[in-house]
């Protein structure tokens, strides 16, 4: 039976991850900060389920990530979906800060325990959902924007990292555009998918061992456009 930990399962995409990998037959460890919501999770299905809840950002992180692959007897894969992001047109320092706490350094943290676990272990697989926002800059969300382009940068360097040493380690880059959950913020949300369809295509690509995927598969469109955009014309949008 393959095991995973889902930080960040509480709700929205991780949620609908930890659901469809116990569907799948996986052991699945679930995290965040809601333990109601945790217990309700574990509830549904008692023995494809382990949980703790933890916030990212306490000093335990790594103590709590070996305490849960315990519990699960192993592991196989690991998914960070926690993430951090408001709005912030005022551009005020707490609401900036937040963003770098969650999505920049409990991420690293995790991705630096995750490798050395597979590095050890000689395999393993790790995912993470960035966002089609890493890609450019913006204007009412800066710090979100930059911690995403953080990720997908790290992402990138693990797996050439790995590749390097010839390891069995896959890094998957989920570049999500919208998903229907209280991540998606401001108006003008267009192509909006549901946590179940983004679950579906983000499960699918890490079976398939995928480096980096556009959830749903049509913001792979945008993200072109992004990329092409000369920076006179975007810093004009
Ligand atoms: N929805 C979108 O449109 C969209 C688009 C692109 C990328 N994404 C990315 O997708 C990922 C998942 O977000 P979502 O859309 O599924 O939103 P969500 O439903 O709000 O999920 C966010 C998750 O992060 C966890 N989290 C936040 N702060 C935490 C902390 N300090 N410690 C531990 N866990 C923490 C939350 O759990 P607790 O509150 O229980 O701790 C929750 O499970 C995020 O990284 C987000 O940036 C989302």
Redesign the pocket.
Known sequence: MKKAIV?????????ALALLLAANGYKVGI????EN?LAKLDNEKPDSFYYLP????ADKLEENLNIITKQLGGLDLLIY?????ELNSALKIDIELPAI???VT?FNKTMVWAYHYFEQQKSGQIAA?????GLRGSAIAPS?NAS?AYQINYLEGLRQKAKKQKLAISITDIR?????????KGSGKFW?AS?KKAALQIFNAIKAKKSVIYVTKRWQLIAWVLKLLPRFLYERL
């Open positions: 930080i960040g399962a509480t709700s929205g995409i991780g949620k995290t965040g900060r809601r919501l933890f916030d990212v950002t979906s926690s993430g951090v992001g706490d969650v999505n409990a959902i960035s966002s089609i926002a979100y995403k999500a555009g919208f998903v229907d959950t209280k991540m998606a909006v946590p």
